[in-house]
């Protein structure tokens, strides 16, 4: 069974860097036929795409973030990262990284497997 686990800071200041990590068990984020995502869904709002991470480490970005987003992975940890700069209270969210097969498509918000998401709050 493939668990994702996220991990990072709950609060982030406004202006400042969001950065958090995806642990994860049972799979590998090398695996051919995966895509690996993070996703996010704001308050009182459906599911946001914002990037992808193939097997081959191409990476595809929600235009409307690409300028602030930045995705990244550790094989040797099976960990891949979101980094989301100038962040404002609009980024308030619950943020998800998730595994999609690859008949999902690259820039999806449908998944397999998620974890079970991490709340982030920008605020002073």
């Known amino acids: 069974q493939v668990q994702l686990q996220e991990s990072g800071p709950g609060l982030v200041k406004p202006s400042q860097t969001l950065s958090l990590s995806c642990t994860v068990s049972?799979?590998?984020?090398?695996?051919?036929?995966?895509?690996w995502r993070w996703i996010r869904q704001p308050p009182g709002k459906g599911l946001e795409w914002m990037g992808t991470?193939?097997?081959?480490?191409?990476?595809y970005y929600n235009p409307s973030l690409k300028s602030r987003t930045s995705i990244s992975r550790d094989t040797s940890k099976n960990q891949f990262t979101l980094q989301l700069s100038s962040v404002t209270p609009e980024d308030t969210a619950v943020y998800y990284c998730?595994?999609?097969?690859?008949?999902?498509?690259?820039?999806?918000?449908?998944?397999?497997?998620r974890g079970q998401g991490t709340q982030v709050t920008v605020s002073l």
């Open positions: 998730a595994r999609s097969p690859m008949g999902k498509g690259s820039k999806s918000v449908e998944y397999d497997y």
């Open positions: 049972g799979g590998s984020i090398t695996a051919t036929y995966y895509y």
């Open positions: 991470i193939t097997p081959s480490g191409t990476i």
